[in-house]
């Protein structure tokens, strides 16, 4: 039984529908990317599983049970967290302060799990009384992960981490999505750095047009030449 799944997603914004019929499918432990083109419907595909756009049809169920309609703050309760590609920060707070507010739902003492934030993160335990508006691009996304990970969530949905990162500091923040799945959270994730995203993922889906293109493991998509032209760069 898959942890995660949306089945026959219709959905958009509006009277425009974005997606048309599209189905994915998690599993726990894995790390499943999606990716394609720009205004492929990938970033609608996240917001829909997490309750921010309703879909015109279509149903999404986590462990088993139909999350389609609930709100975000339902759905996180139930042990999805989000991290959106931009505002995903309180850039007026400090770094400690943006893991409290992501810690704002728990009834017990968040502590422990702050500390295995620093340890994922140890940047930010150096500048956890520093405001997050003074922080660099990566160390921001950083903390967005980090707060994402206080309710200790099953699954962590993704969308664009290395957005607007330097190289160098895209391939780090890969290997904290890696360590993060290590530690036993599943990952979905959106991203446009197609090549080193079907890399770290055990599956992947194509998104064209708001349908499903293509499906496979992340290493039969990344030898698959078509996709390699279309998709990849050559």
């Known amino acids: ?39 492929a419907g990938k970033s609608t595909l996240m917001k829909t599983i997490f309750g921010l756009v309703k879909p015109k049809s279509g149903r999404v169920f986590f462990q088993k049970q139909e999350i389609t309609g609930l709100s975000p703050d339902q759905i996180v309760r139930l042990g999805l967290a989000y991290v959106p590609q931009t505002e995903n920060v309180f850039p007026s707070l400090t770094v400690e302060e943006n893991l409290e507010m992501g810690a704002f739902i728990r009834r017990d003492s968040y502590r422990g799990r702050m ?20 922080l660099s691009g990566g160390q921001r996304q950083m903390v967005a992960m980090g707060r994402a990970l206080m309710l200790d969530p099953q699954v962590l949905l993704l969308d664009e981490p290395s957005a607007g990162l330097a190289p160098k500091l895209v391939g780090m923040i890969f290997e904290r999505i890696r360590e993060i799945n290590q530690a036993g959270v599943t990952v979905l994730m959106v991203e446009q750095n197609a090549r080193e995203s079907l890399k770290l993922a055990d599956r992947g889906y194509v998104l064209a047009n708001g349908r499903n293109r293509f499906e496979d493991s992340g290493e039969a998509l990344l ?12």
């Open 1 to 39: 039984m898959s942890l995660l799944s949306a089945q026959g997603i219709v959905a958009g914004y509006g009277e425009m529908d974005i997606l048309h019929d599209v189905c994915l499918e998690l599993q726990p432990g894995e790390i499943v990317s999606i990716i394609g083109p720009n205004g």
């Open 223 to 234: 030898a698959n030449e078509e996709i390699g032209r279309l998709y990849l760069g050559g």
């Open 115 to 134: 500390r295995e934030v620093y340890q994922l993160f140890p940047i930010l335990e150096e500048k956890h009384r520093q405001r997050v508006g003074g």
